[in-house]
């Protein structure tokens, strides 16, 4: 029998009020677990798990509005990038992949973004480790498309369903005639792609109204490229072609046929790039020489968003984390009520103790171990609780929110949870614990 | 240096005790803190000399309670201590337990002087050299009989010892309560469980503080017995005290608290 035991024993006799308070302890750290869960996930989901690639290249402007655009289609795209800026890219040894995303359409039913790319996009991983996995065929035809899970779940589609999408976003009200067919439905990726409809580029570019004016195309590849103008040549070449089809045509719609699109009248929205892993370095440059010309930027996927994520959403976290340090210290101060109103009916329990032959230092450590018990106690209660929730509720959070919750990441906080909960208990046990300390025997015995 | 001569002191009383055999050896010489016994041939448990304590009143005024020049218990002795109510019976023992000090004097308990002390080894002295038999049992309620009797050893800094406390129980009939909580108990049962509690340490000397007080006429005798046989067989010193004329008549000696207090000494 140690100290601890007759803690512990004491506890027992006080069943209720120690239940209480111990379980007020587990509310407050499951709180904390949880909140540091969720946080965990957002975290994860907005920048170490985001993205398969190492670089975005659009146009320049904003970092931040390509990424979010780009990898998360929360934002329209800055601008257009000329398709042949993609052909140049694929030529760079340093480059391993290279794949185009146009996008600015939504789906009819539920605003879905829609996104024109290659089969390349579902071949790529889409996070580090993690493939796509494709239940249906591959795209063949122009307007095949393939449906992320949670546009499969909230409009019910499955392979085989066909839709219509708005042109220019949610709130436009010019719907385009041409009609989509669902090819394949991705498995779920708790990533933006589980909400976006995946077109074939060339088909992407065959819907009626994309095609832009040939003088505007003309004088955008004439800004990008001021600086090379053999590229600049090629590509007027390719325009005056265009120009010659039309006045030969007289500039006809193509709603009843379509034309293969000129590369020099096509555009990009972003383009997703995978540099050789063997070489670090390659990023970096690749990032460094795309700044220095044309009109394009290159910005590593995770960095901007880390950026947001820690200005937002960090002091989101440290806020909800200091709310919850507050509730724990409530909890604790309910700890130091109970015991230290014990201490008056535990008065002559102490006296016999000390007559026992119990130092002081004894009846001291017994009510510091009795606060402890109670704090340690409620708080690897709350710990589990709080771990066992956040595993419950992962397959319902990613099915709902496509939000992947990893219940058993330990977070820095929760490292220092329980060396805290320690201190606290020393805290709040400390008085009750003097007074135990200070107790006249020969008084007490006689109480 | 004085915590090492204390120290070895109690190692080389402690090596004296062989299982129940309790008796110190009677050519030892022991050192007492701060003086020193030349021998111990007289095998005392308890040597009260030049005791005094007063109490000061709430109003600054002092008042003596205890003046004993000399009161000695030998080893293996029972006495019984008669005394009126308020005459400084309860004092007394809390002084021999070291549980008060006295304003001047030594109270030599098992060849050590409890009087001068540091209070941290007075309290592991008495929890290894002085059981003590409460009036009102005073058992702790959330412990149960074995672990009532176990408590006492866990401060002793040897540990507890569960056969050992288990043998206790049944030695004083309990061996079929041992997890029954004190309100199970009876309270004859429960003062039977305070007996064995006080022994659990092996002390040399036992302090019963009316034991029989709150028994029923039935268990007073089972209880007085008990005590005493317990103590005969272990050749544990008793010091009882008792209010009962009755009691006290069973005892060889009998003293009388205000025969050899004398409070006006402190004055």
Redesign the interface.
């Known amino acids: 029998m140690n100290l601890l035991t007759i803690a512990w024993k004491s506890l027992l006799q006080r069943r209720l009020a120690s239940s209480l308070t111990a379980l007020s302890i587990a509310l407050g750290v499951m709180l904390m677990v949880l909140v540091l869960v969720v946080f965990g996930a957002v975290d994860s989901a907005f920048t170490q798990r985001s993205i398969g690639y190492d670089l975005i290249v659009g146009p320049k402007g904003s970092d931040l509005q390509l990424v979010l655009s780009a990898v998360y289609r929360m934002q329209p795209p800055i601008e257009n990038l000329p398709y042949m800026y993609l052909e140049q890219l694929k030529k760079d040894r340093r480059i391993v992949s290279a794949v185009p995303l146009a996008f600015g359409d939504v789906t009819k039913e539920g605003s879905f973004p829609i996104v024109g790319t290659t089969t390349e996009y579902f071949e790529n991983e889409y996070m580090p480790g993690q493939n796509f996995r494709i239940r249906g065929k591959r795209i063949n035809g122009l307007f095949d498309t393939i449906i992320g899970a949670e546009v499969a779940r909230q409009n019910g589609w499955d392979v085989g369903s066909q839709f219509n999408i708005v042109h220019g976003g949610a709130e436009s009200d010019h719907v385009h005639d041409e009609k989509f067919t669902v090819v394949a439905v991705l498995a779920r990726t708790g990533t933006a792609n589980d909400r976006t409809v995946f077109l074939n580029l060339e088909g992407f570019y065959a819907i009626a109204g994309h095609e832009k004016p040939v003088a505007e195309i003309e004088k955008r590849l004439k800004d990008f490229y001021a600086a090379d103008p053999e590229r600049l040549a090629v590509a007027m070449k390719q325009l005056e072609e265009v120009k010659a089809h039309e006045a030969e045509s007289g500039g006809h719609d193509h709603h009843d046929h379509s034309h293969s699109t000129p590369d020099a009248m096509k555009e990009v929205s972003a383009i997703l790039v995978k540099t050789r892993k063997e070489i670090p370095s390659d990023s970096l440059l690749l990032t460094s020489d795309i700044q220095k010309g044309f009109q394009a930027m290159a910005v590593n996927p995770v960095r901007p968003i880390h950026k947001l994520v820690n200005g937002l959403l960090g002091n989101i976290q440290t806020a909800m984390i200091v709310l919850i340090a507050i509730i724990i210290l409530v909890s604790g101060v309910g700890i130091f009520v109970s015991i230290y109103n014990s201490m008056s009916d535990r008065r002559k329990e102490i006296g016999i103790m000390r007559a026992l032959g119990a130092g002081r230092m004894h009846v001291f450590g017994i009510i510091l171990g009795e606060s402890t018990l109670l704090c340690l106690g409620g708080g690897l209660l709350g710990w589990f609780v709080g771990h066992g929730l956040a595993i419950a509720a992962a397959p319902w959070v990613i099915q709902q929110i496509g939000l992947l919750i990893d219940p058993w990441t330990l977070n820095k906080w929760e490292s220092i949870l329980f060396p805290v909960l320690i201190g606290l208990a020393t805290l709040v046990g400390f008085l009750p614990a003097m007074t135990a300390y200070r107790t006249n025997v020969a008084d007490a015995l006689q109480s | 240096m004085h915590l090492l001569v204390n120290a070895l002191v109690w190692r080389s009383n402690s090596r004296r005790f062989g299982g129940f055999a309790m008796f110190p050896s009677p050519e030892s010489s022991l050192s007492v803190s701060g003086r020193c016994l030349k021998s111990w041939n007289d095998l005392m448990s308890l040597l009260l000399e030049k005791v005094r304590k007063s109490y000061v009143e709430p109003s600054g005024r002092k008042l003596p309670v205890l003046g004993i020049d000399r009161f000695e218990v030998k080893q293996g002795e029972q006495v019984a201590l008669l005394g009126a109510s308020g005459g400084g019976k ?2 007394l023992l ?1 002084i021999i ?1 070291g ?2 000090t006295p304003d001047a004097g030594s109270v030599v308990v098992d060849g050590r002087d409890l009087a001068t002390m540091p ?2 080894v007075r ?2 002295y ?3 050299r002085i059981g ?1 038999v ?1 009036q009102t049992f ?1 058992l ?4 149960t009989a074995l ?1 009532n009797v ?7 800094g040897k540990g ?1 010892d569960r056969e050992f406390a288990k043998q206790l129980l049944e030695r004083v009939g309990l061996g079929h309560r041992l997890n029954h909580s004190p309100s199970k108990l009876s309270v004859g049962e429960q003062q039977r469980v305070a007996v064995a ?1 006080a022994l659990a ?1 092996k002390p040399v000397l036992l302090l019963a503080d009316e034991p029989t007080a709150n028994v029923d006429p039935a268990n007073q005798q089972l209880i007085l017995d008990l005590i005493r046989d317990t103590c005969r067989d272990h050749n544990v010193s008793l010091l009882m005290v008792t209010h009962s004329m009755d009691v006290a008549s069973s005892f060889k000696r009998v003293e009388r608290l205000q025969d050899f207090n004398r409070p006006e000494l402190c004055l």
């Open positions: 309860t004092t809390n337990s549980i008060l209070e941290v309290d592991r008495r929890a290894n003590i409460f005073n702790l309620p959330a412990f672990e176990m408590l006492g050893m866990a401060f002793s507890a509690r340490n």
